[in-house]
């Protein structure tokens, strides 16, 4: 079997530092790794509609946003394709079938739409659109017969309603879908990255992150502002590293490499978080190291997103490009599930008369 990555980003703004290390540089090293057969990468556009509806220019314009955070990040276009959600019809078709598959009350357990739901303020007002979401999402994901699927924790629950929908597709009309697996990183503290003020998730709607495209001046006073022991006062007292942000970006970004080269007092992350809870540490100090540490990373990514910026057309064009592959690809997968449900009615064995 062909070992396939579908994986995306919601246009709601620019890519931060939780999708990086959540997905985009997972994506990176799979795409890399030469294990792929094909590598399709999608801008959900049509997912941000779903509650940016009043704000579809907010969405146009993130959408050249995104490609360009994946250009800098390393995202090859000779090896993925980037495309467009809304430009593949094919999609919300496959949607329409698979919503008879399944319960209102089964989207309405789903963890990852409950926590959205009150995150927004929905209560009572969910469109429509928004609720089904993780539908169209299995949509995106078997159109595309991907097997491989990298991407943060929070999307853990989507996975799994999709597979659901894989069973009960395949059960009821014969084995056309592919049970796609989640690819997590194996480092905890980049599954679900904290924002700059210590909320349990960085994320775009919520407007706590650190961005790839932040200059170096605003990484700088994000992280000198950032969120840490709220009672380690005075640098004698002793810290709490558990919950504090520094440290979960610390264990995030920080090898052994940058003590060597920023901080050679510490040999290593442990040493620091232990005098940090003995006390004797303070903030400053920590957040000038993961300053450091983070531009080293970002500072070229930054760049590279400089140099695309001067190459918008062909930005377009490697968008265009992905897509035209990706509808030819989800246009396969809508026939097969067609002929599965015997609604080709116009050909093969499926023809009315
Ligand atoms: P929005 O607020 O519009 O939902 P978002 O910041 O949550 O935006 P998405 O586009 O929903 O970003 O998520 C894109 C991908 O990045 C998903 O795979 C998601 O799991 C991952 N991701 C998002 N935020 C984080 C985070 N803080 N830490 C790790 N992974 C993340
Ligand atoms: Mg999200």
Redesign the pocket.
């Known amino acids: 079997m062909k070992k396939i990555i579908l994986?995306?980003?919601?246009?709601?703004?620019k890519?931060?530092?939780?999708?990086y290390?959540?997905?985009?540089a997972e994506r990176v090293r799979l795409q890399d790794s030469g294990e792929f057969d094909e590598i399709y990468i999608m801008i959900?556009d049509a997912?941000?509609l779903t509650?940016?509806a009043d704000n579809p220019e907010k969405v146009r314009q993130n959408i050249i946003n995104?490609a360009l955070d994946y250009l800098a990040v390393g995202i090859d276009p000779n090896k993925a394709n980037i495309f467009i959600q809304s430009m593949i019809p094919q999609l919300p078709e496959l949607t329409c079938y698979y919503m008879n598959l399944v319960t209102v009350a089964r989207v309405q357990r789903n963890p990852t739409v409950k926590a959205?739901i009150q995150?927004k303020n929905f209560e009572q007002s969910v469109p429509v659109g928004f609720f089904c979401y993780p539908i169209s999402q299995a949509s995106d994901i078997t159109a595309f017969q991907a097997t491989h699927?990298?991407?943060?924790?929070?999307?853990k629950p989507m996975l799994e309603q999709c597979n659901e929908i894989v069973r009960k597709f395949n059960a009821t009309y014969g084995e056309v879908l592919v049970e796609p697996e989640i690819v997590l990183?194996s480092n905890k503290a980049?599954?679900?990255?904290?924002?700059t003020d210590g909320k349990a998730?960085?994320?775009?709607?919520?407007g706590n992150?650190i961005y790839l495209a932040d200059d170096a001046k605003t990484l700088k006073t994000k992280i000198m502002s950032m969120y840490t022991d709220p009672n380690h006062i005075r640098i004698e007292d002793p810290g709490q590293v558990e919950g504090n942000s520094v440290f979960t970006y610390l264990d995030a970004f920080s090898t052994p490499e940058h003590f060597a080269e920023f901080l050679p007092e510490y040999q290593c992350l442990d040493e620091l978080k232990e005098h940090y809870t003995r006390g004797g540490l303070g903030d400053v100090k920590i957040k000038k190291f993961l300053n450091k540490v983070m531009e080293a990373k970002f500072g070229p990514i930054r760049e590279r997103r400089r140099e695309w910026e001067q190459r918008i057309p062909e930005v377009y064009d490697i968008l265009k490009a992905g897509t035209a592959v990706a509808e030819k690809k989800a246009a396969e997968t809508l026939n097969k599930v067609k002929d599965a449900m015997k609604i080709n009615y116009f050909s093969g064995d499926d023809r009315l008369a």
Not at 21 to 24: A, D, F, I, M
């Open positions: 994986t995306g980003d919601r246009p709601t703004g890519l931060h530092v939780g999708h290390v959540g997905s985009l959900a997912q941000a509650d940016n995104v959205e995150q699927v990298p991407v943060g924790e929070d999307q990183s980049c599954l679900r990255l904290p924002g998730k960085m994320s775009k709607s919520i992150c």
